[in-house]
């Protein structure tokens, strides 16, 4: 905040025709000396450094804001690799638990209605999706259990080709 401080003195000018002056010795006292009794060169000198000084205080600002507003685009770009990692993490989540879960329907339904046909049940084939649905969710099959999830993709993927 100091920094910011030294800017606006800049900025406004003041301080720099008091202590720049020119660094000549025809102004020593330029700034301090009473404003009605200056002449006409000596107000353009005053305008001249108050001119520079606003030019040199407004350019640092801008530099500043820039570096500002630079380190604050890296830092979200990094945050919002960050989100997009996670992001896709939950996604991919979202399509293993749905294929392990379609797999694990497909076989319950698929030995429970061959069951109902080696029982000589065929009209009650109609109605075991319906009671598969009142048992509930059902547990991972043993085969896929303690399978890291790499090797299950992998071993889904050659089971659909």
């Given at each position: 905040?100091?920094?910011?401080?030294?800017?606006?003195?800049?900025?406004?000018?003041?301080?720099?025709?008091?202590?720049?002056?020119?660094?000549?010795?025809?102004?020593?006292?330029?700034?301090?000396?009473?404003?009605?009794?200056?002449?006409?060169?000596?107000?353009?000198?005053?305008?001249?450094?108050?001119?520079?000084?606003?030019?040199?205080?407004?350019s640092t600002l801008l530099c500043v804001i820039i570096?500002?507003?630079?380190?604050?685009?890296?830092?979200?770009?990094?945050?919002?690799?960050?989100?997009?990692?996670?992001?896709?993490?939950?996604?991919?989540?979202?399509?293993?638990?749905?294929?392990?879960?379609?797999?694990?329907?497909?076989?319950?339904?698929?030995?429970?209605?061959?069951?109902?046909?080696?029982?000589?049940?065929?009209?009650?084939?109609?109605?075991?999706?319906?009671?598969?649905?009142?048992?509930?969710?059902?547990?991972?099959?043993?085969?896929?259990?303690?399978?890291?999830?790499?090797?299950?993709?992998?071993?889904?993927?050659?089971?659909?080709?």
């Amino acid at each position: 905040m100091g920094s910011l401080w030294v800017l606006f003195v800049l900025i406004d000018g003041d301080w720099y025709v008091c202590c720049y002056n020119d660094q000549s010795g025809k102004y020593p006292q330029l700034a301090c000396t009473d404003k009605n009794n200056i002449t006409a060169e000596e107000k353009q000198t005053i305008a001249r450094l108050k001119n520079k000084s606003w030019v040199i205080g407004v350019s640092t600002l801008l530099c500043v804001i820039i570096v500002a507003a630079l380190v604050a685009c890296a830092a979200t770009k990094c945050s919002n690799k960050d989100v997009l990692y996670y992001n896709l993490i939950l996604e991919e989540e979202e399509k293993v638990l749905e294929d392990i879960l379609r797999k694990a329907a497909k076989d319950k339904l698929t030995e429970a209605v061959k069951a109902e046909i080696n029982d000589g049940q065929r009209k009650k084939c109609s109605d075991v999706a319906a009671r598969l649905i009142e048992e509930g969710v059902p547990t991972i099959p043993a085969e896929n259990q303690g399978i890291p999830l790499r090797e299950m993709k992998q071993s889904q993927s050659a089971a659909a080709k």
